[in-house]
């Protein structure tokens, strides 16, 4: 039975209710359960409440009932079969079905007797939970873009099997965009998987009690990321220090030796915005503060620091020892993740992980953090280990307050950000940004800067992080970084090791945050057996670390940065106000281009600047393609005509950069 309320349309049949609801600009949602009613706490779902609806009209035709909001229709059967299309009538997403009993007026059905549904509730047997699949018809023509960041080589996701789980450098933002002109939003933080697969489109919840999913339309990626930032929120005005450069390293071991770093950047009159206190400073995992013996007077530091306009970071972990002076607290008031069997989950040993999805927790958390940090000057976090790293992605066998992980474990990167964001706009910060190395749909609005984890230090790595970045500004997460060089595997003394980071750092310059990290080799001894001590740290991975070749070029790539800080500035506002993507690929300019829609190894920062980054080894020259228009090359200053192909050199020390006609942007020296 359909029933019609002004903005919705309900349909109860058999033993599925199902809901499709106006939502947002130019939106639908859709939800369906086999429980009695849906869930009243809606905390779970990446949405925001009270979406904004206007132009709705509910009508019949060909025998469906249809919702129109805006741009976007639904058409409904009497079966609760689902149609989305555009304004126009175009067919944008269709549900799969291989079980229809007989034709319907106006459309093109046929009968099979596979018994396929599109929308499988498969219950567990005793228990109020189902393992969900959703499918969809395939469209041979179609892309598909976003989803977050995956270790992988591809920018287009179309025949690609993904995992909607997080890991260590793999987030899971569960938001599609489609080259057909329709965005998709799986509301759904279960662990699971999608398969855009050629014959049918599958995404998977393994345990959930309903479906929740959302559909946008829009003439270009501009109106489809726009439409879907604003039901998901945006993140908040870049601070000044964001659009500068970051040091960082695995990892300072003293108070002395971290500002002598800093004091040396000063004394080169080199620009540093922020530098960074990586994990291990504490005396155990779960004190939130700084170990005495090898950083003695934080205010003190953080005030030598702000003489030499320099903000400091640093590392906080989820993790929570045994030793420390707040588990047994944490332990009794319930703030920590448990495990369903066996003892509490290990984290790099004897930790249990607190749990991010309880309110109390978050606030105890911030608590410590605020006392021991945030009081004293420091008002950046790195919100490390935000997945979180639990010991074999064991998924099944953890359990938060919010739930069992296989149910909404996907939400713990956004929530972690959101202890953060809370606790600091309600201490008067603003605006936040903290470093996360996950996220999922909706971590922007907590002032998430998510960078690729702990990844490898190649050139198959930098190819893979060009993509990762580019889907997860399509999926709604604009700030963005990766450690610039990778984080394993580089040897300060190896040619090799030095061509790459410097190609990396090139990269890194047009990259949303300048960040340099990494683990680097000959490693470092630990300085004790105790406490801070006890953590080995990597070699220097300072700018002058590479020799005077790699300095230069370096130093060039700061000052490109620097003048790149008021176009900066400006493509952030952006961000802000539209959730516009600060790098993306060259279709999101250009959607009515073919081309554009083919290259995955150029992007645009901004709307003005055209990157080619260099992603090989020994490469000195590329071909580079040219949208529509006149484009202003950034070091030579001549112009070339737009829809074209060019074979353009690219020396060691350069990379080829193109500015659009009109743009005011200095040249690069």
């Given at each position: 039975m359909i029933k019609k309320e002004a903005d919705k349309i309900w349909l109860r049949r058999d033993k599925e209710l199902l809901c499709v609801q106006a939502w947002g600009e130019n939106g639908i949602r859709v939800r369906a359960t086999q429980r009695s009613a849906f869930k009243e706490d809606q905390t779970a779902q990446a949405l925001l409440p009270d979406p904004v609806v206007t132009q709705v009209e509910i009508y019949e035709k060909d025998s469906c009932t249809c919702l129109q909001n805006g741009q976007l229709i639904c058409e409904i059967t009497q079966e609760g079969h689902l149609r989305f299309l555009n304004q126009r009538s175009r067919l944008l997403l269709e549900?799969?079905?291989?079980?229809?009993?007989?034709?319907?007026?106006?459309?093109?059905?046929?009968?099979?007797?596979?018994?396929?549904?599109?929308?499988?509730?498969?219950?567990?047997?005793?228990?109020?939970?189902?393992?969900?699949?959703?499918?969809?018809?395939?469209?041979?023509?179609?892309?598909?873009?976003?989803?977050?960041?995956?270790?992988?080589?591809?920018?287009?996701?179309?025949?690609?099997?993904?995992?909607?789980?997080?890991?260590?450098?793999?987030?899971?933002?569960?938001?599609?965009?489609?080259?057909?002109?329709?965005?998709?939003?799986?509301?759904?933080?279960?662990?699971?998987q999608v398969t855009f697969a050629k014959n049918v489109t599958e995404w998977t919840a393994q345990s959930t009690k309903e479906m929740d999913y959302w559909v946008t339309a829009g003439a270009t990626p501009a109106d489809i990321l726009r439409q879907y930032t604003a039901v998901t929120g945006r993140v908040p005005e870049m601070p000044d220090y964001g659009l500068g450069f970051w040091q960082c390293k695995l990892r300072y071991q003293t108070q002395e030796e971290l500002l002598a770093v800093a004091r040396e950047y000063h004394r080169r009159h080199l620009p540093l915005d922020v530098i960074v206190i990586d994990f291990f400073h504490w005396p155990h995992e779960g004190d939130w503060t700084f170990d005495p013996v090898y950083w003695p007077d934080p205010a003190a530091m953080v005030h030598e620091l702000d003489r030499m306009g320099i903000r400091l970071m640093v590392s906080v972990w989820p993790t929570v020892e045994q030793d420390s002076v707040n588990y047994p607290e944490m332990l009794d008031q319930g703030f920590l993740t448990r495990s369903d069997s066996g003892?509490?989950?290990?984290?790099?040993?004897?930790?249990?992980?607190?749990?991010?999805?309880?309110?109390?927790?978050?606030?105890?958390?911030?608590?410590?953090?605020?006392?021991?940090?945030?009081?004293?000057?420091?008002?950046?976090?790195?919100?490390?280990?935000?997945?979180?790293?639990?010991?074999?992605?064991?998924?099944?066998?953890?359990?938060?307050?919010?739930?069992?992980?296989?149910?909404?474990?996907?939400?713990?990167?956004?929530?972690?950000?959101?202890?953060?964001?809370?606790?600091?706009?309600?201490?008067?910060?603003?605006?936040?940004?903290?470093?996360?190395?996950?996220?999922?749909?909706?971590?922007?609005?907590?002032?998430?800067?998510?960078?690729?984890?702990?990844?490898?230090?190649?050139?198959?790595?930098?190819?893979?992080?060009?993509?990762?970045?580019?889907?997860?500004?399509?999926?709604?997460?604009?700030?963005?970084?990766?450690?610039?060089?990778?984080?394993?595997?580089?040897?300060?003394?190896?040619?090799?090791?030095?061509?790459?980071?410097?190609?990396?750092?090139?990269?890194?310059?047009?990259?949303?945050?300048?960040?340099?990290?990494?683990?680097?080799?000959?490693?470092?001894?630990?300085?004790?057996?105790?406490?801070?001590?006890?953590?080995?740290?990597?070699?220097?991975?300072?700018?002058?670390?590479?020799?005077?070749?790699?300095?230069?070029?370096?130093?060039?790539?700061?000052?490109?940065?620097?003048?790149?800080?008021?176009?900066?500035?400006?493509?952030?506002?952006?961000?802000?106000?539209?959730?516009?993507?600060?790098?993306?690929?060259?279709?999101?300019?250009?959607?009515?281009?073919?081309?554009?829609?083919?290259?995955?190894?150029?992007?645009?920062?901004?709307?003005?600047?055209?990157?080619?980054?260099?992603?090989?080894?020994?490469?000195?020259?590329?071909?580079?393609?040219?949208?529509?228009?006149?484009?202003?090359?950034?070091?030579s200053g001549e112009a070339f005509r737009g829809q074209q192909t060019l074979e353009v050199a690219a020396p060691l020390d350069q990379l080829p950069v193109w500015f659009r006609s009109g743009a005011e942007l200095p040249r690069f020296e």
């Open positions: 549900e799969y079905e291989r079980n229809r009993k007989m034709e319907e007026p106006g459309r093109k059905h046929f009968n099979s007797a596979l018994e396929i549904d599109p929308r499988t509730f498969t219950p567990y047997e005793g228990m109020d939970q189902y393992k969900l699949t959703v499918r969809f018809e395939p469209q041979p023509e179609e892309k598909i873009y976003g989803m977050g960041q995956y270790q992988e080589p591809y920018l287009d996701l179309k025949g690609c099997t993904l995992e909607l789980a997080q890991r260590n450098s793999q987030a899971s933002v569960p938001f599609a965009l489609s080259s057909l002109g329709y965005g998709f939003l799986w509301n759904n933080p279960a662990i699971g003892k509490r989950l290990g984290q790099l040993g004897q930790a249990a992980i607190f749990d991010a999805t309880n309110p109390a927790a978050r606030h105890f958390v911030w608590g410590q953090i605020k006392a021991n940090y945030f009081d004293k000057g420091i008002h950046i976090f790195w919100l490390d280990e935000a997945e979180p790293e639990l010991t074999g992605y064991e998924f099944q066998h953890y359990r938060y307050l919010m739930g069992p992980d296989m149910e909404v474990g996907n939400i713990f990167p956004r929530e972690y950000a959101r202890m953060a964001y809370e606790g600091m706009t309600e201490a008067g910060q603003q605006p936040v940004l903290n470093l996360l190395r996950c996220a999922w749909a909706g971590s922007q609005r907590y002032g998430a800067l998510v960078w690729s984890g702990d990844i490898d230090s190649s050139f198959r790595s930098l190819r893979n992080q060009l993509r990762a970045g580019l889907n997860m500004g399509l999926a709604g997460i604009p700030w963005w970084t990766t450690d610039i060089g990778g984080f394993h595997g580089g040897n300060i003394a190896d040619p090799n090791f030095k061509e790459l980071l410097i190609r990396w750092f090139e990269f890194g310059a047009f990259c949303p945050v300048m960040r340099l990290h990494g683990y680097r080799e000959p490693f470092q001894q630990p300085l004790g057996s105790s406490g801070g001590g006890k953590c080995p740290s990597g070699a220097a991975n300072e700018v002058w670390s590479y020799g005077e070749e790699a300095y230069e070029i370096f130093c060039r790539f700061l000052k490109i940065r620097r003048q790149l800080r008021p176009y900066l500035a400006g493509v952030m506002h952006t961000a802000h106000e539209s959730g516009a993507p600060v790098i993306r690929p060259l279709f999101y300019d250009f959607p009515d281009d073919p081309e554009t829609w083919e290259i995955d190894d150029m992007f645009m920062l901004g709307p003005d600047i055209l990157v080619a980054p260099i992603l090989a080894e020994g490469v000195r020259s590329r071909r580079v393609y040219l949208p529509a228009g006149t484009w202003r090359h950034a070091f």
